[in-house]
């Protein structure tokens, strides 16, 4: 049996993108934490650590999007290189800032100005899918990504705040700033696997990706998956703690994306030829199944057991996310889209780290994880709910003929 991922990696080009946009987006994990590790250590207030760690990830989670819906319109080229300038300067500046001690203004202002950082992940999905669209090896392709994408969330967070305590407070961001300034510069370099621009010049004002229906859905449905994979990540440090056996939380966390991992890998090999929307609809069943038995698990490994069988959907769910969007989406506004998507998983993320510890403290830790549960239900029903709009059948506006033509 051919290897699917050795096909798709064999068209020239992909290589050297793949692994340039891997780099690049190393900072997705790396700055939010590692800006919380720099601050925490150098100015001893968690409170501006994490208030200046949130100014850069909800202001990123804004202005990607619409920096994405630029790169639809003038290129990756034309719009990446000032936008990772931009982010790579402010960065620098942050670094300066806390490492000089200046007026806590400048902080918050750097790390605005950090958020002008794109997204990677959207550029790589749409290289691959002008690479294989209409095509089976599409799927193979999105599933590498979102493994790829779990690399980066293990292996970021935990980069950043290791170099931060080995070796000096600045030394996590320095590193993530360094990733994202050399892995960009030579993603850009790869001008042969560059999609091509669908804006046509003097045409009709091209309408947001986020008023299109199809994107709606999807989106709100990952804000609530986003929300479980942070619930879990909450949850289990506390109960972990609880148990008095606090360093087992990254042992729990681990297998959580382990499953994810694996999975999504088995089911880019298999490439399943069933509809997407059913797909995921089936992914997003087993996610909100998997969550039920959380709050139950009463030891370290009950708890590392139920988190690596409720881990097991989140791969799938993302990879049918991204398909359906490429399905769905015209393609003069295909890396928006992705960008909305994405988006709506950070921004799960933060609304579900905020809302699980508020749980922890008030009601305890083994009860942080309802919020996965019902996450997994509100992600179950959007789903459900957006089935035919999923499928192409939904033409009830006029946005349906466009996202119709793209599938």
Known sequence: MANPYKEIFSVPGTVGFSAAGFLARLPIAMAPIGIVAMLSQTRGEYWLAGAVSATFALTNALISPQVSRLVDRYGQAAVLTPAT??????FLLLIAGTNQGWPVWTLFASAFLAAAMPSIPAMLRARWSEIFRDRPELNTAFAFESAADELVYIAGASLSVGLAVALFPEAGMLISTAFLAVGSFFFLLQRGTEPRIQYVAGSKPQKSAIRLRPVQIITLALIFVGSTFATAEVSAVAITKELGQPNAASLVIGVYAIGSFVVGLVLGALNPKMALQKQLLIAVAVLALTALPLPFAGSVPLLAVAVFVSGIAISPTF??????????VPGA???????????????????????AGWAVDNFGAQNGF???????????????????????????????????AAG
């Open 85 to 90: 300038i931009v982010s790579v300067v402010a």
């Open 319 to 328: 990879i049918t996310a991204f398909g359906l969007v490429e399905r769905r």
């Open 333 to 355: 506004m295909l890396t928006e889209g992705v960008t909305w998507v994405t988006t709506g998983i950070g921004i799960g993320m933060a609304l579900g780290a905020f809302v």
């Open 370 to 404: 309802w919020v996965s549960v019902a996450a997994g239900i509100g992600a179950l029903t959007t789903i459900s709910l957006g089935q035919r709009t999923l499928a192409g059948e939904d033409c009830d506006d006029s946005v349906c003929p466009l996202a119709q």
